[in-house]
């Protein structure tokens, strides 16, 4: 087996999984709690919800799919969707800048920011 | 019985080269659809798969060349795409590929890399491309979250077929004795 890869292949893999690695970590830690739950359907904001509110809220996503988005305890989540992947619900809960949940099938994203002002991208490295 | 597929350098007409080209084509189309009836959902990350397909890319490219791994890469996405998906998968197929086969000519070319890291460099630039596309039709995705998960999937599982299409090119090339093409080229 070891036929098939070297000494410069192991390096570009642990260089390319360490890099993705360390990619990661920086952007976790310099994460800041947020403070909203903006919606995006095929690229333009639909609606902005605070993170501190609880809420239910349906989405009529692209192509006529819908994705149910909840708001408890600072973190959003998709609860329900009609796609047939179900991917959006399997991304789980988020509540850092920057997160997203993404249900490709509605072009739906769900993103979180930080201030009530439209600076979202200020967190971008 | 061992069939002797490949081409003996110079000795062969094309037509055996046609062949060939043919039967990887179904069999990378094959492979494709294949993944399609067993999709891996792995943190909720679209885009997390094999790449049982990657296979095929990496035997005909060492075999044939640039040329030949592009046109096999093409015809599979559009084959299958239309087969079992839609317009926007044969996009993010082709992009996905596109990004694959030019990275992974590259790195060949370097002469510095065996077939592992290769397709393990391959794997990675497949879902950058695919995420780049996604980035497109998607307008709002932020890019940072998901390179760091789909280059390390990329690349292990670029790697496990990089082993994989070593050993099939060993087994598909074994009588050609002038075809060491998978040991480094130094």
Known sequence: ?125 | MRMKLMPTHGKEGPSRRVAFTALMTALAAAAGYLEMLFPIDIFGIPGVKPGLANIVSVIVLYLFGPAYAFMVMAVRVILIGFMFGNMYSVIYGLTGGVFSVTVMCLLKKTGLFKCTGVSAAGGAAHNIGQLLVARVTLGELNLVYYIPVLVVFGTLFGSIMGVLSGMVYDRISKGDNNDRIFEREA
């Open chain 1, 1 to 125: 087996m070891f036929k098939y890869f070297g000494r410069n292949d192991c390096i570009l893999i642990a260089v390319l999984i360490l890099g993705a690695f360390a990619a990661a970590c920086i952007y976790h830690i310099s994460g800041k709690d947020g403070k909203l739950a903006r919606v995006y359907v095929d690229g333009t904001l639909t609606g902005e919800y605070l993170l501190s509110e609880e809420a239910r809220i349906d989405i009529n996503g692209y192509g006529g799919g819908t994705n149910t988005l909840v708001i408890e305890d600072g973190a959003a989540f998709i609860e329900e969707a009609d796609c047939p992947d179900k991917l959006c619900v399997h991304q789980g809960r988020i509540s850092r800048e920057g997160m997203e949940l993404v249900c490709m099938p509605n072009r739906v994203v769900v993103r979180i920011a930080g201030k009530d002002e439209n600076e979202t991208d200020a967190y971008t490295w």
